[in-house]
């Protein structure tokens, strides 16, 4: 694969990866027809993003011929390609063009930046070939929508320090909250609690489903948020009841990004305002789709072939459950689940959005 | 002034005293260099040489002139003695790093010869410190034979394009490359650590590049840890010039303009690591 960035377009790029080092510390490069995919995933597999960039973000974008039959992803270490692109406001300033290429053969990628002054950079990467790691999200199955305007999400988690780990997102027909969330009651007396809630008119849409709380890691969250601020971009939501995946996302012309959290199960049925304690009786880890990794890569295997099989575009995504044989009585986030309908088990569905988002 | 009437006194004492309106042009090329605790101060006529070495693989040099100094006073050929650079570099912020605009802190160093500590007067606001730092006997410093007829490479690079290049250097290489040549590259800095390679290149066309005078193709290998230092002068400094010889030994020049807009110099020498590739 042969691309050229030019301009504004390498700082939104640098942007992109600043956003995924926060989900994992792998990046993986799925260059294919559609565009140039960035995926990463942490480690406990409970976050996903994935940043498609379409051929119309780039001056120039190639397939090399290998790439015509079978996908290449390549995996690069998130600390060797962020230093790459660490200091924004100097690749504004500095980069006039940026070059990547991915030479197979060698194992590389090579990204180069032209700068002002004649000066270039090139950097010749290290990558590993890897499994398509993609997660499938039926969003068009979720009961709650929102789409918020660009700013409104990012001045709401605004309000939580940074060292907030997670946050409950509740939704009823009269309002959306955001309230920080803790485990452990150990510590009343010094945590801070903050609670905001928005009415649905300030969301460019509002569909509610089913009234749920969902509780999922913020931290995992924000660079997208920064993202779609810094592209004036609105944020969609879309998530169901406690336990469910939630999917933030953004969309333009010639670009999509999402990222996909796991949520806190919680078998108690809730209101708006729960006191924390009550969510103490859930487990103490708490479940999350995807601790059960795949402990073969045989299984992993099977899994690649059955995502790659019948892909269609846009962003699909949707976690998948591993291994069900581990715990049971630990409900699994997605899928193989019998009260589900059976279409979620339909693990290649795309996620198609609605004309009115 | 506070400082001259306290030495009145022991003035034909002294065979060097140096006076500086403001400490900060001593001290702010001093910290170009301070990457070992001690250093050779050696002061003619000419003015002071500031010396510091590693491992007899690097040396740094930082030259002030007798101009730079309100008074500067000498009263042999040649002075010589080794302080600990930082204990130096404390006493002279001894008031504290961060001054208010238009005050700075006035300096006074006197020394009376060999086996005498060096003397430090120092005053902000009225208010005076002496401080007093044992000397020892100075070592000889390396000569690195480094002389302008054997170089075979030369560049002068304005610092600000190699700042940058300088503060993103993978650490993880153990060395940094230098490629210097008539055709291309022409002038490149490369590393080679855990996730890769990465090269710097600069044209001789660049409007960064001041001079360019490459008579012959090099590449030279120069410890990573033992450069790192340099970037301390780079910051400083508004132009660089590199340059290497025969043998592959560089030399780093950087021309530091200081608070007062007066010139110094500080340079650094550097033996390529072992294995010297010259293609």
Do not use: W
Not at chain 2, 3 to 9: A, D, V
Not at chain 2, 82 to 94: A, F, K, Y
Request: proline share 5%; with cysteine; hydrophobic share 35%.
């Amino acid at each position: 694969m042969n691309c050229v960035l030019e301009g504004n377009a390498v700082k939104a790029f640098g942007k992109a990866i600043h956003s995924l080092s926060r989900i994992g510390d792998e990046l993986c490069l799925d260059p294919m027809s559609k565009g140039l995919a960035l995926r990463s995933v942490n480690s406990a597999h409970s976050a996903y993003a994935c940043f498609l960039f379409s051929p119309m973000f780039f001056q120039k974008y190639n397939l090399g011929p290998e790439q015509g039959s079978e996908t290449v992803q390549c995996k690069l270490l998130m600390k060797s390609i962020l230093p790459l692109f660490r200091c924004l406001a100097s690749i504004e300033r500095n980069v006039e063009r940026c070059q990547i290429q991915i030479n197979t053969p060698n194992d590389r990628v090579k990204i180069q930046f032209f700068c002002r002054h004649g000066i270039s950079k090139t950097h010749n990467l290290c990558f590993q070939e890897s499994e398509a790691l993609q997660a499938v999200f039926a969003s068009h199955l979720c009961p709650n929508v929102l789409k918020a305007p660009a700013r409104l999400l990012g001045e709401m988690v605004m309000h939580f320090p940074v060292s907030q780990e997670e946050i409950t997102l509740s939704i009823t027909p009269l309002r959306v909250s955001l309230r920080n969330y803790f485990d452990g009651g150990n510590d009343h007396m010094k945590i801070m609690y903050t609670e905001m809630s928005l009415h649905p008119d300030e969301f460019d849409y509002f569909q509610i489903g089913v009234e749920s709380d969902i509780t999922f890691c913020l931290k995992e969250l924000r660079g997208l948020l920064s993202f779609a601020e810094s592209h004036c971009l609105p944020v969609s939501v879309h998530f169901g009841a406690a336990g469910k995946p939630v999917c933030f996302s953004v969309e333009d012309m010639i670009l999509e990004a999402s990222v996909v959290l796991s949520t806190l199960i919680d078998s108690e049925s809730r209101g708006p305002s729960q006191p924390a304690e009550t969510l103490t009786v859930a487990p103490r880890t708490p479940t999350r789709c995807a601790d059960v990794v795949p402990e073969s890569p045989g299984e992993a295997d099977c899994r690649k072939a059955a995502v790659l099989a019948g892909m269609e575009l846009i962003c699909s995504l949707l976690f998948r459950a591993m291994s069900p044989e581990l715990g049971e009585g630990l409900p699994v986030l997605a899928c193989c689940s019998d009260e589900e309908e059976a279409e979620e088990e339909d693990v290649m569905m795309m996620m198609r959005r609605s004309p009115t988002l | 002034m506070p400082l001259s009437t306290q030495s009145q006194g022991d003035a034909e004492q002294y065979v060097l005293v140096a006076s500086l309106d403001n400490a900060r042009n001593l001290s702010n090329i001093l910290k170009a260099i301070t990457f070992k605790d001690y250093a050779i101060f050696s002061a003619t006529p000419n003015g002071l040489k500031v010396t510091v070495e590693d491992s007899k693989c690097l040396q740094a040099n930082a030259f002030i002139q007798s101009e730079i100094f309100q008074e500067y006073t000498i009263k042999e050929d040649s002075v010589g003695f080794q302080v600990n650079l930082t204990v130096l570099l404390d006493c002279l912020n001894i008031f504290g790093g961060t001054t208010a605009p238009g005050v700075s802190t006035a300096l006074r160093m006197c020394y009376k010869g060999y086996g005498y500590p060096l003397t430090l007067f120092l005053e902000e606001g009225g208010v005076v410190t002496v401080c007093k730092i044992n000397t020892q006997e100075p070592e000889e410093p390396v000569d690195f034979e480094f002389c302008s007829t054997n170089v075979t490479n030369k560049v002068i690079l304005q610092s600000e394009s190699l700042k940058e290049a300088f503060s993103e250097l993978d650490m993880t290489s153990e060395v940094l490359e230098i490629t210097m040549s008539p055709s291309q590259p022409y002038f490149r800095l490369s590393t080679f650590g855990n996730s890769g390679s990465a090269h710097y290149d600069y044209p001789k066309d660049s409007d960064m590049m001041e001079l360019f005078k490459c008579t012959k193709t090099q590449t030279n290998r120069y410890k990573m840890s033992l450069l790192k230092p340099s970037t301390k002068a780079l910051a400083l400094s508004c132009k660089v010039s590199v340059r290497t010889d025969s043998r592959g030994f560089l030399s780093l020049q950087y021309l530091v303009r200081n608070d007062d807009g007066q010139i110094c110099f500080v340079e650094y020498y550097c033996c390529p690591d072992e294995e010297v590739a010259e293609d």
